[in-house]
C-alpha cells in the first residue's frame, strides 16, 4: 500500500487528466446554489473539480467542457474570465 502525503493531497486535472499536488491546481466549485465560482481557498462547501491553471488546459477545458461535465452545471463567462486571469 502506497503513502499519502496529508500536506499536499493529489488531484487529478479534469483537462489533461495529469495528476498534481492540490496546491498546484485551480478548484472550481459547484455551490449548493448551483451557480460555479472559482474557490481561492480549496476548502468551500460543494462539489469541485480541479485545472492546472496552464492556458493549455484551461482552452482544453472549455472546448471539452470538462469543467460542466465534472460539475454538472454550466460555468459562467466571468468565471471563466476569473480563472484565465490567475494564468
Same mark, same amino acid.
Given at each position: 500500500?502506497?503513502?499519502?502525503?496529508?500536506?499536499?493531497?493529489?488531484?487529478?486535472?479534469?483537462?489533461?487528466?495529469?495528476?498534481?499536488?492540490?496546491?498546484? =491546481?485551480?478548484?472550481?466549485?459547484?455551490?449548493?446554489?448551483?451557480?460555479?465560482?472559482?474557490?481561492?481557498?480549496?476548502?468551500?462547501?460543494?462539489?469541485?473539480?480541479?485545472?492546472?491553471?496552464?492556458?493549455?488546459?484551461?482552452?482544453?477545458?472549455?472546448?471539452?467542457?470538462?469543467?460542466?461535465?465534472?460539475?454538472?452545471?454550466?460555468?459562467?463567462?466571468?468565471?471563466?474570465?476569473?480563472? =484565465?486571469? =490567475?494564468?
Amino acid at each position: 500500500m502506497g503513502t499519502v502525503n496529508l500536506r499536499n493531497p493529489v488531484r487529478t486535472c479534469v483537462a489533461c487528466r495529469v495528476e498534481a499536488g492540490k496546491c498546484d =491546481l485551480v478548484r472550481l466549485v459547484r455551490r449548493p446554489d448551483g451557480i460555479v465560482e472559482l474557490d481561492r481557498t480549496g476548502r468551500m462547501a460543494g462539489r469541485g473539480a480541479y485545472l492546472h491553471a496552464t492556458a493549455d488546459c484551461l482552452e482544453g477545458a472549455r472546448k471539452r467542457r470538462a469543467i460542466e461535465r465534472a460539475l454538472g452545471a454550466p460555468v459562467r463567462p466571468e468565471t471563466w474570465a476569473e480563472v =484565465l486571469n =490567475l494564468s
